[in-house]
């Protein structure tokens, strides 16, 4: 048993592949910077800013800055790791390379709930917008296929078997099912022709909020900032609510709105240059978006009293509509409907690359790990796992999947920082084209605060569902992949 724990993946074999399981190289750092504003740019500032405005109040701009902070920790200790180790698999391959096998295939599973259940959560957000678009323009589809079977009550209830489920209601999310299943398609056909499509997005994301921006700073009223914080500095838990209230609380939520940088993590291997081209695209993106994020918040919070538009699913047209421009407000709509699928694509993207990766190494089953001779990608695995995705989009609530996704996401961040730790005592005189600067800060930064956030912030609920997936993946570990992996069965790569 102690062998599954200790034994690691070679850094120098780790990118050598046969012909079937290796990637086409066909990316730079321009298409990785937008491929990291794709995936950060999305559902976060679009949809769960009301939400977040609902847990914090004027506060929320803080939530933002504590996650921004937070994360900026994680991109570095991302960047170290993946120009030294320029392969496939982000937390997962850098955590066999440093942390043993055991560990890597937890935060490999983990991994499903950032990309998997996330690019879901995000098909939900998109779905809201879809549905008021519609709506408004009086061919709206029916209630009950506006929203998913378990969204008819909160998820405790369903858990605990106390809600009624009326399919006439509430059936399935058919908007969210269909746009990650024509994002499937979009990203089977080829990652650079996925890549060049996000560019383009990705212009039309940042012009809508730009647009935003403009036309609410124009009316900036200080005094909505008051009180700054409602609901407290800390978490609080609310009767009759699984989410918790407070700054830190609204940052348990809101964090979903910063991961997917390490999505670009996943892209080293289809890199032409990743040992340049990564650093630029991790940090460079992160970076971007933070900055992006504080103005498009304080924005918000200056033009209209929070009061009335917390809670929204669409909180940014709301504010337009109250500032009486309902044709920015339609362009915004618009934008989003266009726009934010690139976040979808991403986050499809780096999960089918960790079910590559995770097949490639043998703990998955080897067959599903084959690239299509023409498009260098793996198509199959790719379909599957969109197919996965739109039947969770179409039947869970937004608030329910989104809060789960970050448990994912901070756990692989602990993961990440503690591999460049353990790795900088173990190698400390490997080369390292790019290095966390004070590194024995940073890194042990992002570790605590992750887990400070994880345990503190995140709901009760969550944590029970995050240890239950967990308890399965290591199960199937155990019973599959420790018997399986190249490494039990004496290869390296």
């Known amino acids: 048993m102690a062998s599954f724990l200790t034994r690691t993946k070679s850094i120098d074999l780790a990118t050598t592949h046969d012909e079937h399981h290796r990637l086409k190289q066909t990316l730079s750092w321009p298409h990785l910077i937008a491929m990291g504003v794709g995936a950060i740019v999305g559902t976060g500032i679009y949809t769960l800013t009301g939400i977040a405005a609902n847990l914090a109040g004027p506060g929320m701009i803080f939530s933002f800055l504590l996650c921004g902070v937070l994360v900026l920790t994680a991109a570095l200790c991302y960047a170290e790791m993946a120009t030294m180790v320029p392969a496939s698999g982000s937390a997962y391959t850098y955590s066999y390379t440093a942390l043993g096998e055991t560990i890597a ?11 998997a259940v996330g690019a879901a959560a995000v098909a939900s957000g998109w779905a809201n917008h879809a ?10 589809l029916p209630a009950n296929l506006q929203s998913g079977l378990l969204s008819a009550a909160p998820i405790t209830q369903l858990l ?9 209601k509430a059936l399935i999310n058919l908007p969210a099912v269909f746009i990650v299943l024509l994002v499937t398609a979009l990203l089977a056909a080829g990652t650079r022709e996925s890549a060049i499509l996000n560019i383009v997005l990705v212009a039309i994301k940042l012009a809508a909020l730009l647009m935003f921006v403009v036309i609410a700073g124009q009316v900036f009223h200080p005094s909505y900032l008051h009180p700054i914080a409602p609901h407290g500095w800390g978490a609080t838990a609310a009767a009759n609510s699984d989410n918790k209230y407070g700054i ?18 996943t892209a080293a291997e289809e890199t032409k240059n990743p040992k340049k081209d990564m650093t630029l695209g991790i ?39 109250f500032l009486k421009q309902p044709l920015a407000a339609q362009i915004l709509t618009a934008a989003v409907i266009i726009a934010l699928p690139s976040v979808i694509l991403v986050l499809l993207f780096g999960q089918s690359r960790i079910f590559f990766v995770m097949s490639r190494d043998g703990l998955l089953p080897q067959g599903i790990s084959r690239v299509n001779q023409k498009t260098g990608t793996p198509v199959g695995l790719t379909i599957a796992t969109g197919v996965i995705v739109a039947l969770v989009a179409g039947m869970v609530p937004l608030a329910d999947i989104g809060v789960l996704a970050n448990a994912g996401t901070l756990a692989a961040f602990i993961a990440v920082a503690l591999s460049v730790i353990v790795l900088r005592l173990r190698q400390p005189n490997r080369e390292r ?18 887990a400070y956030l994880f345990v503190v912030g995140l709901p009760d609920l969550t944590h029970k569902l995050f240890l239950g997936w967990g308890a399965l993946g290591l199960v199937i570990y155990l019973l599959y992949g420790a018997w399986r992996s190249k490494l039990a069965r004496g290869e390296q790569n």
């Open 248 to 265: 830190v609380g609204a940052a348990g939520l809101v964090f979903f709105a910063f991961y997917g940088f390490d999505a670009v993590s």
């Open 160 to 168: 605990e078997g106390h809600a009624h489920v009326d399919p006439t």
């Open 105 to 115: 295939w937890i935060i490999g599973w983990a991994l499903v709930l950032e990309y």
């Open 131 to 140: 549905n008021e678009f519609m709506n408004g323009h009086g061919f709206g």
């Open 283 to 321: 940090v460079g993106s992160m970076f971007l978006c933070t900055v992006i994020y504080m103005g498009v918040a304080l924005a918000a919070l200056g033009a209209m009293y929070y009061t009335g538009w917390a809670g929204s699913g669409t909180p940014l047209v709301v504010i337009l509509d």
């Open 433 to 450: 084209v790019f290095k966390v600067p004070l590194v024995w800060l940073v890194a042990p930064i992002c570790v605590l605060g992750c």
